[in-house]
């Protein structure tokens, strides 16, 4: 059974970078035809998709996001990484990590640390 645990600093200045790590055990990464996501939720609203990578490196970017957050991986550590450049504390949220067959529709999920953007 797939695991994924994201790892990442819980407390971000404003207008630094946030890198956040998913390490996925019990299943490559470049397996056919999986996506592999990252998703968050501000308090009090909905879950917000914000990219993925695929099985064969391709990378998918919600448009509202898609400038400030490239996703990249390492097939040799099984693991994918967000990078989400400048954050005001509206990025303050709850960063998943996932997986699924299909865009937006995920299977697996990592437990979500919270993040929060604050001087």
């Known amino acids: 059974q797939v695991q994924l645990q994201e790892s990442g600093p819980g407390l971000v200045k404003p207008s630094q970078t946030l890198s956040l790590t998913c390490t996925v055990s019990g299943g490559s990464i470049t397996t056919n035809y999986y996506f592999w996501s990252w998703i968050r939720q501000p308090p009090g609203k909905g879950l917000e998709w914000m990219g993925a990578?695929?099985?064969?490196?391709?990378?998918y970017y919600s448009p509202s996001l898609k400038s400030r957050t490239p996703i990249s991986r390492d097939t040799s550590k099984n693991q994918f990484t967000l990078q989400l450049s400048s954050v005001p504390p509206a990025d303050t949220a709850v960063y998943y990590c996932?997986?699924?067959?299909?865009?937006?529709?995920?299977?697996?999920w990592g437990q979500g640390p919270q993040v929060t953007v604050s001087s």
């Open positions: 990578i695929a099985y064969s490196g391709s990378t």
């Open positions: 996932a997986r699924g067959h299909v865009l937006g529709s995920n299977d697996s």
